[in-house]
């Protein structure tokens, strides 16, 4: 298939669907652990269409749903203590964190900026070299490489008011901690596509070599979840467990080798908070001694407050598929897209935000 529409083919989606039925299998689990399946699953009716007993559920795929209330708390004592200029991506301007949010913040008169990548970050400072830029480094691997090269431009560049936050993550440590946990049960993954891209087929291999558990790397478009759903299913039945790549003109086994050398020589792997999974071992990026002059950490150190948990917010649970969102006390009533209490509502790729638009 070579054009969009050939990807939203309904009599291709037919044809899978009814092979799928055909399988009868019962009672699974497969966790779409990326945002954009979760979302483009309610907006292409693929929920609707599955048969009963095989059941979606969403995983810790988004970068803005996982970023931790302390990491907030800590980008916000930046902007209190330090006169800087702090770049975000937009979602996470709403996103509360223990006692405030950055959009409050902005609205008390903090310099808060929205960008649609570090270029945007680095850029503003090269135009305003009287003024101190951090960059709030969210995400996956999907967004380190390109923060690492902004890094690396900046040192060739010698630029002296450019500091990155960073708070990124990586998505296999996070599947290995659900794998372990008996209380989750998932009998597949839908691995997600634009992570894989960068790190290939080869960090998933321990999830059907240790623990049986089928993967399947998808792509993003209605054919690809409905083909990648049936290769889970294939597998299911045969009882087999393996890495299967669905998603085949993006990704390959060994992913994307300048991207991963552009992580490697700006960043050491290092453990991360992840919010609803705690601490995880080398699942996070922090930037290495080399480039240590652009760590907004150490320019600008804060001891930020006590967290405090939003009392109620199921976000934690929902990010690890232990409850589905409405579950949650809060969906829909307490907490809703204009009031949102926890960032799974907030994000354009959380789940809570995908069941209230598309499944109510």
């Given at each position: 298939?070579?054009?969009?529409?050939?990807?939203?083919?309904?009599?291709?989606?037919?044809?899978?669907?009814?092979?799928?039925?055909?399988?009868?299998?019962?009672?699974?689990?497969?966790?779409?652990?990326?945002?954009?399946?979760?979302?483009?699953?309610?907006?292409?009716?693929?929920?609707?269409?599955?048969?009963?007993?095989?059941?979606?559920?969403?995983?810790?795929?988004?970068?803005?749903?996982?970023?931790?209330?302390?990491?907030?708390?800590?980008?916000?004592?930046?902007?209190?203590?330090?006169?800087?200029?702090?770049?975000?991506f937009g979602d996470m301007v709403r996103v509360p964190s223990s006692y405030s949010s950055l959009e409050k913040e902005k609205a008390n008169g903090?310099?808060?900026?929205?960008?649609?990548?570090?270029?945007?970050?680095?850029?503003?400072?090269?135009?305003?070299?009287?003024?101190?830029?951090?960059?709030?480094?969210?995400?996956?691997?999907?967004?380190?490489?390109m923060v690492a090269y902004t890094i690396k431009y900046a040192n060739e560049k010698r630029i002296k008011n450019f500091y990155v936050y960073s708070?990124?993550?990586?998505?296999?440590p996070a599947l290995k901690v659900l794998v372990k946990d008996e209380n989750i049960k998932i009998n597949g993954f839908l691995c997600p596509g634009?992570?894989?891209?960068?790190?290939?087929?080869?960090?998933?291999?321990?999830?059907?070599?240790?623990?049986?558990?089928?993967?399947?790397?998808?792509?993003?478009?209605?054919?690809?979840?409905?083909?990648?759903?049936?290769?889970?299913?294939?597998?299911?039945?045969?009882?087999?467990?393996?890495?299967?790549?669905?998603?085949?003109?993006?990704?390959?086994?060994?992913?994307?080798?300048?991207?991963?050398?552009?992580?490697?020589?700006?960043?050491?792997?290092?453990?991360?908070?992840?919010?609803?999974?705690?601490?995880?071992?080398?699942?996070?990026?922090?930037?290495?001694?080399?480039?240590?002059?652009?760590?907004?950490?150490?320019?600008?150190?804060?001891?930020?407050?006590?967290?405090?948990?939003?009392?109620?917010?199921?976000?934690?649970?929902?990010?690890?598929?232990?409850?589905?969102?409405?579950?949650?006390?809060?969906?829909?009533?307490?907490?809703?897209?204009?009031?949102?209490?926890?960032?799974?509502?907030?994000?354009?790729?959380?789940?809570?935000?995908?069941?209230?638009?598309?499944?109510?």
């Amino acid at each position: 298939m070579k054009y969009i529409n050939e990807f939203r083919s309904p009599n291709l989606a037919k044809k899978i669907i009814s092979r799928l039925k055909k399988l009868k299998i019962d009672k699974v689990n497969y966790m779409e652990v990326c945002g954009t399946h979760t979302v483009n699953a309610f907006k292409f009716g693929i929920r609707q269409t599955l048969p009963e007993g095989l059941r979606l559920i969403s995983g810790p795929g988004c970068p803005v749903c996982v970023t931790d209330n302390r990491e907030l708390d800590i980008t916000i004592e930046m902007l209190k203590k330090y006169e800087i200029t702090l770049t975000t991506f937009g979602d996470m301007v709403r996103v509360p964190s223990s006692y405030s949010s950055l959009e409050k913040e902005k609205a008390n008169g903090k310099d808060i900026r929205v960008v649609y990548s570090p270029i945007d970050a680095l850029n503003l400072a090269q135009k305003n070299p009287e003024k101190n830029i951090v960059f709030f480094g969210v995400g996956f691997e999907t967004t380190a490489p390109m923060v690492a090269y902004t890094i690396k431009y900046a040192n060739e560049k010698r630029i002296k008011n450019f500091y990155v936050y960073s708070v990124h993550k990586l998505i296999p440590p996070a599947l290995k901690v659900l794998v372990k946990d008996e209380n989750i049960k998932i009998n597949g993954f839908l691995c997600p596509g634009h992570v894989s891209v960068i790190i290939g087929s080869n960090p998933y291999e321990f999830i059907a070599r240790d623990y049986k558990i089928p993967c399947v790397i998808t792509g993003f478009e209605p054919i690809d979840i409905l083909q990648g759903i049936l290769m889970l299913a294939i597998q299911t039945k045969e009882k087999e467990a393996k890495v299967e790549i669905q998603y085949k003109r993006g990704v390959n086994k060994e992913g994307n080798k300048i991207a991963l050398e552009l992580i490697n020589d700006v960043f050491d792997k290092s453990d991360a908070l992840w919010r609803g999974l705690g601490i995880i071992s080398q699942s996070g990026l922090v930037i290495k001694e080399k480039y240590s002059q652009f760590d907004a950490l150490k320019k600008f150190p804060v001891d930020p407050p006590l967290v405090k948990k939003h009392k109620g917010c199921k976000c934690g649970d929902v990010l690890k598929g232990l409850i589905m969102p409405y579950n949650c006390p809060l969906f829909k009533n307490v907490c809703n897209p204009l009031n949102p209490v926890g960032p799974c509502m907030v994000s354009s790729e959380g789940s809570c935000a995908a069941y209230y638009h598309y499944a109510l």
